[in-house]
């Protein structure tokens, strides 16, 4: 299991989740920014090893606009089986980790 965090153009974050859903990742946490000069949108999701291609497929083909800001896609590993911690607050979603 990965935790991908990529950054994509705020405008393109509807379509993008749409196409995400198509290939089975239905949960995705969105943190907005927003300057004069742009808007992107961090966006960080979990997905199994095998989807990893194909999502960063599908993020810089929908969820960027060429600028360079957009274009950032890292994946972490996630460790399934790790017990659930959180120090502050309620956890709402595996994304939180």
């Given at each position: 299991?990965?935790?991908?965090?990529?950054?994509?153009?705020?405008l393109?974050?509807?379509?993008?989740?749409?196409?995400?859903?198509?290939?089975?990742?239905?949960?995705?946490?969105?943190?907005?920014?927003?300057?004069?000069?742009s808007?992107?949108?961090?966006?960080?999701?979990l997905?199994?090893?095998d989807?990893?291609?194909?999502?960063?497929?599908?993020?810089?083909?929908?969820g960027?606009?060429?600028?360079?800001?957009?274009?950032?896609?890292?994946?972490?590993?996630?460790?399934?089986?790790?017990p659930?911690?959180?120090?502050?607050g309620?956890?709402i979603?595996?994304?939180?980790?």
């Open positions: 299991m990965k935790k991908i965090i990529a950054y994509v153009n705020t393109r974050v509807h379509w993008l989740v749409e196409e995400m859903g198509k290939i089975g990742i239905n949960e995705i946490m969105v943190t907005e920014y927003f300057s004069p000069n808007q992107i949108s961090r966006f960080v999701f997905c199994n090893d989807a990893i291609e194909k999502a960063r497929e599908i993020i810089h083909r929908i960027t606009t060429g600028s360079l800001a957009d274009h950032f896609f890292e994946v972490y590993d996630v460790d399934p089986n790790a659930d911690t959180l120090s502050l309620q956890r979603s595996p994304l939180e980790e």
